[in-house]
């Protein structure tokens, strides 16, 4: 089965980082591109970034510079490092997983189809 | 910035048809974004249910259905059911590897 559950969140003062993580099973994490999403608290959902296959990494403009997308292959496990957190950071953070369109123009088009539960991170004093 | 705007909120009676519609600050939303939609019930994961602007994911229902109205990329429920009151929300693929979301439509079902 399919699975993704991430871990990794908590309450942390501003300015502080955390690291969270993403552990897959039923799919190889680096054979896939993989997503991180996230929600704040009775907001919509944000898109914050993806790292591909091979290697590439692309993020939203509200976190470039502060946060880092990686994964480690041998723990099948996706990571979204995050630093100088900001009150605005609280959120529900989802991992998913990325279906590719290879025929799109590269940057290749990537959708979300496989979704965890999310973990909570909450930035305050 | 880039915009991506939904109605807000949508109700539809049982057995009803609801179109919500997913629009661009920038211009016209075509094929070449890519839209995709997903529901969300409240404390939820998402679930994808099209992509590639009229493609169901796996076991999504037919009653769902993606299109692009004008210039606007579109979810239509048609027969829409009680365990369809979630919210709904547009992504669109920008290229150079960014997506984004809209900001959700709530969908009431009477």
């Known amino acids: 089965e399919v699975q993704l559950v991430e871990t990794g969140g908590g309450l942390i003062q501003p300015g502080g980082s955390l690291r969270l993580s993403c552990a897959a099973s039923?799919?190889?994490?680096?054979?896939?591109?993989m997503s991180w999403v996230r929600q704040a608290p009775g907001k919509g959902l944000e898109w914050v970034s993806v790292?591909?296959?091979?290697?590439?990494?692309y993020y939203a403009d509200s976190v470039k510079g502060r946060f880092l997308i990686s994964r480690d292959i041998s723990k099948n496990t996706l990571f979204l490092q995050v630093t100088n957190l900001r009150a605005e950071d609280t959120a529900v953070y989802y991992c998913?997983?990325?279906?590719?369109?290879?025929?799109?123009?590269?940057?290749?088009?990537?959708?979300?189809?496989?979704w965890g539960k999310g973990t909570t991170v909450t930035v305050s004093s | 910035q880039t915009v991506v705007t939904q109605e807000p909120s949508f109700s539809v009676f049982p057995g009803g048809t609801v179109t919500i519609t997913c629009d661009l600050s920038s211009g016209s939303v075509s094929t070449s974004y890519y839209p995709s939609w997903y529901q969300q019930t409240p404390g939820q994961a998402p679930r994808t249910l099209i992509y590639?602007?009229?493609i169901r994911s796996s076991g999504v229902p037919a009653r769902f259905s993606g299109s692009i109205l004008g210039n606007k990329a579109a979810l239509t429920i048609t027969g829409a059911q009680a365990d369809d009151e979630s919210d709904y929300y547009c992504v669109l693929y920008m290229g150079s590897g960014i997506s984004v979301f809209g900001g959700g439509t709530k969908l009431t079902v009477l």
């Open positions: 590639n602007t009229n």
């Open positions: 998913a997983r990325d279906q590719v369109d290879t025929g799109s123009p590269w940057p290749w088009y990537h959708y979300m189809d496989v």
């Open positions: 039923g799919f190889a994490v680096g054979s896939n591109y």
């Open positions: 790292i591909y296959s091979g290697g590439d990494t």
